[in-house]
């Protein structure tokens, strides 16, 4: 794989800016009437299970299937006209993809995404449903930055980062602005948030938010084993990589490395990491079909994996859960269930 430098146009320098929180409410002004309100929800199964109160904010109920099209909405619906006209381009293994794919399609602009050739049937299907053009490459022997610079270069398209942009990472704060609100007035103050972690968008986001509105809340990011590496980045107080054999099924949170926006957020407001594995998941994903009534996919599950593993202490605790996204191919499923 490359390791040369890449250089992908940007329409200005602002989105490489650290948001703030007033970012955020603007985000969620920006996204009335087009992202979902997503419930927080209770389980009773769940409580039993962990022995405390566990409040799950189901993002797979989201449009596209996940959260991601809170952060691609806020940060496409923004872009100057001249920017608009030229189209978008993202890379993603299929979340930020689709969320990529419907924004532009509201916004009645081109799109180009560059996802891996492994990546679920579902995602890549439904990006191209959205009307995007898919550019697939080998995520273990191509370098996507590089691809999509080629395509900037020959377009003039304007990248929608995935995870280091100021907007993407506004947007996504949206979903911890939403916990707040929703468990102050079910009168159940979380003591800790559970977010997954793979570029660090989401958990930088929802820091923000927390920051502000519940202040005195942990916020604990889980990332998939062998993929820790904002859990150690947090304990050496610089960006780690994960190592390049490293393999999970958790194919949403395989970022190689923090981001450089999302670390500089995470590193002061993030209370710890915890890293769950592929095992822990597939309970996780078969826990939630059969008492939650929900299809989580594996990253989108893995903070239910680790309230259920014990790897985060719940008893006589209120927690809040987010259940990331729910874009799974059948056959991943049915082997979580046939496990179960």
Partial sequence: MSSSPVSIPKTSASDLTTPVFADVLAAAERLKGHAIRTPLLENMALNERTGGRILIKPEVLQRTGSFKFRGAYNAISSLPADAKKRGVIAYSSGNHAQGVAAAAQI??????IVMPSDAPAIKVQNTKGYGAEVIPYDRFGENREEIAARICAEYGSYLIAPYDDRRIIAG??????????QAEALGALPE??????????LTAGIALALQNRLPDTALTL?????????GRS???????????AARSICDALLSPMPGNLTFQINKSLVTQGVAVSDDEVMDAMAFAFRWLKLVVEPGGAVTLAAVLSGKVATHGRTLAI???????????????LERA
């Fill in 107 to 112: 916004c009645g602009i081109p799109a180009r």
């Fill in 172 to 181: 996504q704060g949206t979903c911890g602005l939403e916990i707040a609100e």
């Fill in 192 to 201: 800790e948030v559970l977010t997954c972690c793979g570029g660090g968008g």
């Fill in 222 to 230: 889980v990332e998939p084993a062998g993929f820790d590496d904002t």
């Fill in 234 to 244: 947090l304990g050496s107080g610089s960006r780690e990589a994960n190592d390049p």
């Fill in 322 to 336: 987010v259940l990331s996204g729910g874009n799974v191919d059948w056959p991943r499923l049915q082997e979580a």
